[in-house]
């Protein structure tokens, strides 16, 4: 609905003119004046910067819930677009990983509950992808551990699943974490730890259990999370962005 603003006579009075006095000023056809007397604000549209970052949030099989968390990626986008100079689109898109646009995305976000697998042939595009430049976020909510390291496994057989020492650029690389991830959510009551994959030194994906900073990013209201606690999600949220385009 438009919200019109009034000059001079106020638009409550105005509207009260119209109403007691439409029949007669309709016969004369000045209501139609008067209503285009009325300041309309022009809507503002918003362009977005071709070259903005864009990050997709990736649709998944397995029978994890791929969705969770709908507030948790416009907020994280927001929160750089408001700290950085960075030009930032703060939709969120989804893609799977068979589709056409994948390699347009420098950075995915996964996220969510329960399995999360590959089939052959994403495994060797999601491949492709990761050498290629991309890189790969997985946020456990709870349940994807024993499932999403198999399947780093997969993608990259030649490769050891490392866990990330807390002198890792991505706990640096915009915020200093010099106690590695920080604890948003208690799961298991176990320490968070980030786990990668090193291709040619650079780490191309980063899978954080036992944290869930993907909650923290979060609306306020959902998990009513400490102000401090969300406010660590969203630092560690940009370590992990600027690293993957950084480094």
Do not use: C
């Not at 604000?41 to 910067?49: F, S």
């Not at 009551?189 to 980063?206: E, L, Q």
């Amino acid at each position: 609905m438009r919200k019109f603003k009034s000059t001079g006579t106020s638009l409550t009075a105005l509207m009260i003119v119209i109403i007691l006095y439409g029949n007669s000023l309709a016969q004369r056809g000045q209501v139609q004046e008067i209503m285009n007397q009325i300041p309309v604000p022009q809507q503002k549209v918003e362009k977005i910067n071709p070259s903005s970052l864009k990050i997709a949030r990736l649709h998944y099989s397995g029978g994890g819930d791929w969705y969770w968390g709908r507030s948790a990626l416009p907020n994280m986008l927001t929160y750089i677009r408001d700290n950085t100079d960075f030009p930032v689109d703060t939709l969120e898109q989804e893609i799977s990983i068979n589709d056409p646009d994948l390699f347009k995305y420098p950075f995915l976000f996964a996220t969510g509950h329960g399995v999360i697998s590959f089939e052959t042939d994403e495994i060797e595009r999601l491949r492709q992808y990761l050498l290629g430049g991309g890189f790969l976020f997985v946020n456990d909510s709870y349940g994807m551990d024993a499932s999403f390291r198999k399947e780093m496994a997969k993608i990259f057989p030649e490769r050891e699943v490392v866990e990330l020492p807390f002198d890792h650029p991505i706990y640096h690389s915009f915020y200093d974490f010099p106690n590695g991830p920080p604890k948003i959510h208690e799961h298991d009551n176990k320490p968070p730890r980030g786990y990668s994959v090193i291709v040619n030194g650079r780490a191309v994906i980063y899978f954080l259990v036992e944290s869930d900073i993907g909650d923290g990013w979060e609306d306020a209201q959902v998990h009513n999370d400490p102000e401090d606690k969300r406010e660590e999600a969203f630092r560690m949220g940009m370590n992990i962005i600027v690293y993957a385009l950084l480094y």
